[in-house]
């Protein structure tokens, strides 16, 4: 009885069959069914999320920023301004045009009149055809630069309009580095607008795994405690190797909703590569000696009797409470679940399950 009290060393030699029988009393264990599950082959990975809309905002003009009309984080309406720089130079420009079209109006109304006048007087033979001719040049003249002076201030009138810089869609203010006084150039950020919706999973997987990448690979976006998030799949495969990441970008749309994921967010990744019917032994079954992943499965033996048959397994996904097996066992085999650490190979048991 002491030998079967006693734990045994995994890394010492088993004792043959006909040792084990000769000095060992059959054990009680418990034993439990191999079952076949589908089996889901996976990666994890870091994800990235991104909107599909989401820009840098620059102005268009140069000059000092007299107001910022928001704050980072604020919700912002297409067309709501967001910042304002100095419009008075623009402004002067724009006067001093309308007042030189102002100008240009009344020459051209006073050619008006002066054409039809020249029109009068050659009809009645007063004046020459080139009199007549060179009247009616200058009042296209005139009309031509009346034009000219429209066309030019409702152009200054539009780079004035430059000068409110106004969002460009619905969306979110990001950070806001410029400050009241700073100048700004049309390089310069004044900040960032991502609308939190039409979300993409940026996912950057390994080159080596190139082969097995395809779009409506099926993608299971987790929070940090394993929770799933949503559900989605890989609908762009990137042609090219990142240069930097030695990866391959795949995306996949979010849907969930705008509390739930952001722009800009980390968050794990799992790419299912392939789903498999496999069998799933229980985490308790199994037993590691020197990085090798065994089982003890009840055998029965000719007289009838069961012995704890160590086995080598090769173990794959975890599935719930047990471990997928590539190899080793099969479906229906007992594996034994309980007093593992006391099993030996060939050592006399009495299966309870």
Wanted: proline letters at 5%; hydrophobic letters at 40%.
């Amino acid at each position: 009885m002491t030998a079967l009290l006693t734990p045994v060393n995994g890394c010492k030699k088993a004792p043959d069959a006909s040792a084990a029988g000769a000095g060992m009393q059959a054990m009680p264990v418990t034993t439990q069914a191999v079952a076949e599950q589908s089996v889901q082959q996976s990666s994890d990975f870091v994800a990235t999320i991104k909107s599909r809309r989401s820009v840098t905002i620059m102005p268009q003009v140069d000059g000092n920023i007299t107001q910022i009309l928001v704050k980072s984080g604020d919700h912002v309406r297409a067309g709501q301004p967001l910042v304002i720089i100095d419009p008075r130079h623009q402004q002067s420009t724009v006067d001093a045009q309308l007042a030189t079209e102002k100008q240009k109006k009344a020459l051209y109304d006073y050619n008006t009149l002066q054409i039809e006048r020249q029109r009068k007087l050659f009809a009645a033979g007063i004046i020459s055809r080139d009199a007549l001719d060179q009247a009616e040049q200058a009042f296209r003249n005139t009309r031509a630069d009346w034009e000219s002076a429209i066309a030019t201030r409702k152009s200054l009138e539009d780079q004035l309009a430059w000068y409110h810089v106004n969002a460009p869609f619905d969306g979110i203010v990001g950070d806001i580095p410029v400050h009241l006084g700073d100048y700004a150039t049309p390089s310069t950020a004044l900040t960032t607008l991502d609308e939190n919706k039409d979300l993409e999973a940026y996912i950057y997987v390994p080159t080596e795994r190139g082969p097995d990448v395809r779009n409506g690979l099926g993608v299971q976006l987790l929070d940090s405690t394993g929770k799933v998030l949503e559900t989605t799949a890989v609908d762009f495969l990137s042609a090219q190797v990142d240069s930097q990441l030695q990866g391959i970008l795949l995306k996949a749309p979010v849907r969930s909703r705008a509390d739930a994921l952001r722009t800009a967010q980390m968050v794990n990744a799992r790419v299912i590569w392939r789903t498999a019917t496999q069998p799933v032994v229980p985490v308790l079954a199994v037993v590691r000696q020197g990085g090798q992943a065994f089982v003890f499965l009840a055998a029965k033996q000719p007289d009838g009797h069961f012995v704890a048959q160590q086995t080598a397994i090769t173990l794959g996904e975890t599935v719930a409470n047990g471990y997928a097996v590539t190899s080793g066992v099969k479906a229906g085999d007992k594996v034994i679940t309980s007093r593992t650490q006391y099993l030996v190979d060939k050592m006399p048991i009495v299966p309870m399950g």
